[in-house]
């Protein structure tokens, strides 16, 4: 028998006023695209931002649905955007922002398993890591700097 450690490290700032300009108007992209999620269920509004290699940038907001569990959360709907439209682009940073109608989120929301699942799908593909930037409504922003951090045992292609 063996013992296994993982460690992860995030980089945090304090408020997006702190983010680089770049990352900045990323998240607030992020944050307008939340406000127009479809959560009428949960009340739990979710925007994500992509910023692709090409330039682009790719938005989704969480879409639910009466027949639970068949709606999507932010991050997949970007991320397959971004695949339909630009199969070729690289996503370089993702922004996400979550906020709930009913109690203040202050503090940083990450991607939930599927979504954490579906950029490492999407960050093996591209062999290039995605920077990940997520918070609540307000307060601190959290930076994984691959989807290793919050997935350290990935389950990809090699695996069938």
Partial sequence: MKEISINTSFTVYQSVAELPQDVQSLMEQAI????????????????????????????GSNQENAAYPSGLCAERVAIFQSGA??????????????????????????????????????????????????MGESGEVYLSKSISNLLPLTFDKNFL
């Fill in 32 to 59: 307008e695209i939340r406000k127009k999620a479809y959560a009428p269920y949960s009340k739990f509004r979710v925007g994500a931002a992509l910023l692709l290699d090409n330039g682009k940038v790719v938005l």
């Fill in 85 to 134: 439209i630009y199969p070729e682009a690289k996503i370089v940073k993702m922004a996400v922002s979550a906020a709930s109608d009913t109690n203040k989120t202050t503090t940083p929301i990450p991607p939930c398993g599927a979504c954490r699942q579906s950029i490492s799908e999407y960050e093996f593909k591209q062999e290039y890591p995605i920077e990940i930037y997520f």
